[in-house]
């Protein structure tokens, strides 16, 4: 029976790994297709081009093509008159007469194919597409996140709060720091009353941890929200707390729903504080601390930061835009909607 046992758990140990190695394969050889695919639609693509700069061909040319190759290669999908288009689309985005270089043409074909459709129908120049398509390779973007940051301009809110960053903290954790608090924070998911306070605010972004994370960026893990910190005979809360997974770090983020002052600052200065004390160990680097405020003046938050000595970024937030004006006066006021239903 022992011999039994024996040969049972080696088989189970020998099939883990088999089951691993399995895996790695197909993740292997899944990418490999991936690669191989949009190989050929990148050469799919400059056949298009250059057959459509070499003769009058119209609209109808891709029609025909789309027949001819579904009916050749019924199994492959990629042939619609639809994806046709957005093969040439993608081809002539990464040929605008400009050098992209090879290390951003490897790259592209390495993304899964909807994700390049995101990008090119999204992005406005190679600028904005390199800059996604490094951030898909480094995080694992699905689609839907994909969209969602390109449509809150990620690209031009990372590393744009204001900071002290460079003056309390060494190189390269200071331009990392930097490059992890964006500005503003883009809280679309939220739904509030004009009149919310801080408290509601924090409730309803701990409601939706999730998205919060995911607005926050890669490396935030949650830790709480109100934690206490004893100084002295005195006990004090701190509205969310996080650790950073790339930074090493503890990061206090305190919501204001008003305007920055410079008081905001002194008191997180002072949070922070208290963590470095009570919380942090030898192995992590310094606390930083971010205020989220309604709105800052960018000057008045350059004084506030310049003598404190604690690593202190500063950034606004934005909840739901407001509708449009055009859209506005296509909608039916509260008058109308009233009439309407007494009428009924």
């Not at 985005?93 to 459709?117: D, M, T």
């Not at 701990?206 to 893990?221: P, T």
């Not at 109100?226 to 990061?251: A, N, T």
Request: proline content about 3%; overall charge negative; aromatic content about 10%.
């Amino acid at each position: 029976m022992n011999s039994d046992i024996s040969i049972d758990k080696e088989y189970k140990d020998w099939l883990l790994s088999l089951k691993q190695k399995v895996r790695s394969s197909r993740l292997k050889a899944a990418v490999q297709v991936n690669v191989e695919l949009l190989q050929l639609y990148w050469d799919l693509g400059a056949e298009i081009v250059r057959q459509q700069s070499q003769h009058s061909w119209g609209d109808g040319f891709l029609t025909q093509l789309s027949r001819d190759l579904s009916s050749e290669f019924p199994y492959m999908k990629g042939f619609s008159e639809r994806n046709l288009k957005y093969i040439r689309q993608w081809y002539l985005f990464y040929n605008q007469g400009v050098s992209i270089g090879q290390q951003l043409v490897a790259q592209i074909k390495q993304i899964p194919w909807g994700h390049n459709i995101v990008i090119i129908t999204k992005c406005k120049n190679l600028n904005d597409a390199s800059y996604y398509v490094s951030k898909i390779i480094e995080h694992g973007w699905s689609r839907s996140v994909l969209v969602h940051q390109i449509e809150s301009g990620l690209i031009n809110r990372e590393g744009k709060s204001i900071s002290n960053f460079p003056a309390t903290l060494p190189e390269p954790i200071s331009d990392l720091a930097q490059q992890t608090v964006k500005d503003p924070y883009v809280f679309d998911f939220l739904s509030l009353t004009s009149d919310f306070t801080e408290r509601d605010l924090e409730t309803s972004l701990v409601d939706h941890v999730s998205r919060f994370l995911l607005e926050l960026g890669a490396g935030f893990a949650y830790i709480g929200r109100q934690v206490p910190l004893q100084v002295g005979e005195r006990e004090f809360f701190i509205d969310l707390l996080f650790y950073h997974i790339k930074l090493h770090c503890y990061i206090v983020i305190e919501l204001k729903t008003i305007e920055f002052e410079p008081e905001h600052a002194e008191k997180l200065n002072f949070y922070i504080k208290a963590v470095d004390t009570q919380f942090r160990t030898e192995q992590d680097t310094p606390t930083i601390g971010i205020i989220i405020c309604k709105k800052r003046d960018k000057l008045v938050a350059e004084y506030a930061l310049s003598d404190i000595n604690k690593p202190i970024g500063v950034s606004e937030y934005r909840l739901t835009e407001s509708l449009p004006e055009q859209l506005k006066s296509s909608l039916p006021s509260i008058e109308e909607i009233e009439a309407e239903l007494e009428g009924l």
